[in-house]
């Protein structure tokens, strides 16, 4: 019989080792979703950071905490302790391009999640108050943010993008001998059956982000507030996790149809099940977002920014609405849809027909093994 080859996915944290359970994000997600595809072909190594060693063993696969000194390299130091094991047949997936480091091992592929240097996030950068005040400090500090990005994507024989909005930028950057490493695989979601009778009598919104400033949080509190106070049948439906949590509780929490939550990573088409509307209201950093494709799969209309690669998901007023991300924005299309229940409807068809036929799990597979093959 021959010998499984491993497959190595190497991540900052997929487990938290004190809490006994798998941490909540797009990333992990994805992970889970590549352990479904090779878990018959490959032995699968999840490789992470942690206070101390532990090794957990899972059906499909394992994971395997390293304590690391400091944060500088962490790819490096994580690789430093698997790659004396290292077969030729083996594969390295680096689950973030961000993570990754020069190595002499032929079979290594990156995961670029989408550009997240379109936005500068003064209040957490050190020097961030000089640059709100320099248009030529901000300049060049995204000039190294470039240098940065580019730095990482050639560190990989393979590099596989959510979307084709960083693969169109790094053509705009480097000769083609060098983006021809580049893979575009849009993220995925699975298809459920639409079997759940929903509330005709109300029109359901939903938000499924993490709780963090980029992610749009006060747009959606704003927008919250705008279309409720015009509106008694309408619910929203809040979940994620995040810094902003009680910000969220605190400019929400007194409304009756709003709902704040939280739920699993397997739990999410479930919920989404339940709601006509989703909105995406991010700011900046996004790719071929998960919580986007998830909700169109159970047949919502999404209302998203037209940053990242959400703009190669949906087609204005075809499968749904591309905004600025400002409230405004958001309320007059939210408004919209529910002034016209036919289109709506008509929306709701063409978001589910999408993801189907272009963002299923079983295309997102195939495509994946013939990164590997």
């Not at 304590?67 to 390295?92: T, V, W």
């Not at 709601?275 to 209201?281: E, L």
């Amino acid at each position: 019989m021959t010998k499984k080859k491993t497959l190595y996915i190497i991540y900052s944290e997929f487990f938290i080792y004190e809490q006994n359970k798998i941490s909540i994000g797009g990333i992990q997600n994805y992970i889970l979703g590549l352990i479904e595809v090779f878990h018959i072909k490959y032995n699968i190594k999840i490789i992470q950071k942690s206070n101390q060693y532990f090794k957990k063993e899972f059906k499909d696969y394992t994971v395997q905490g390293f304590k690391i000194k400091k944060n500088h390299n962490l790819g490096k130091q994580l690789y430093n302790n698997i790659k004396s094991n290292l077969n030729d047949e083996d594969y390295i997936i680096w689950a973030s391009d961000r993570i990754a480091c020069k190595t002499n091992h032929n079979k290594t592929v990156s995961i670029q999640h989408g550009i997240t240097f379109d936005f500068l996030d003064y209040e957490n950068i050190k020097i961030g108050n000089i640059l709100k005040k320099s248009l030529l400090l901000s300049v060049t500090y995204r000039f190294f943010q470039y240098l940065s990005a580019i730095k990482f994507f050639l560190r990989s024989k393979t590099v596989v993008c959510v979307d084709y909005n960083f693969l169109n930028w790094i053509r705009t950057i480097l000769p083609r001998s060098y983006t021809n490493r580049a893979v575009v695989i849009p993220n995925f979601t699975k298809i459920p059956n639409l079997n759940v009778q929903k509330d005709t009598t109300a029109i359901n919104i939903l938000f499924a982000r993490r709780f963090v400033a980029y992610r749009g949080v006060f747009v959606l509190c704003e927008v919250v507030k705008a279309i409720l106070s015009k509106y008694d049948n309408v619910n929203f439906g809040i979940y994620g996790e995040g810094i902003l949590n009680d910000y969220i509780k605190k400019e929400l929490g007194d409304f009756n149809n709003v709902t704040i939550s939280s739920f699993n990573f397997d739990e999410a088409i479930d919920v989404s099940l339940n709601y006509d509307i989703s909105i995406v209201p991010s700011l900046a950093s996004e790719g071929t977002s998960l919580s986007l494709l998830e909700s169109m799969a159970c047949g919502c209309v999404p209302i998203a920014s037209n940053i990242g690669g959400m703009t190669n998901i949906l087609i204005d007023g075809f499968n749904g609405f591309l905004v600025n991300p400002t409230a405004t924005d958001f309320v007059k299309k939210i408004e919209y849809l529910i002034n016209n229940p036919d289109e709506l409807l008509s929306l709701s068809k063409n978001a589910r027909e999408t993801s189907v036929k272009s963002f299923s799990f079983r295309k997102w597979k195939m495509e994946w093994e013939q990164v590997l093959k």
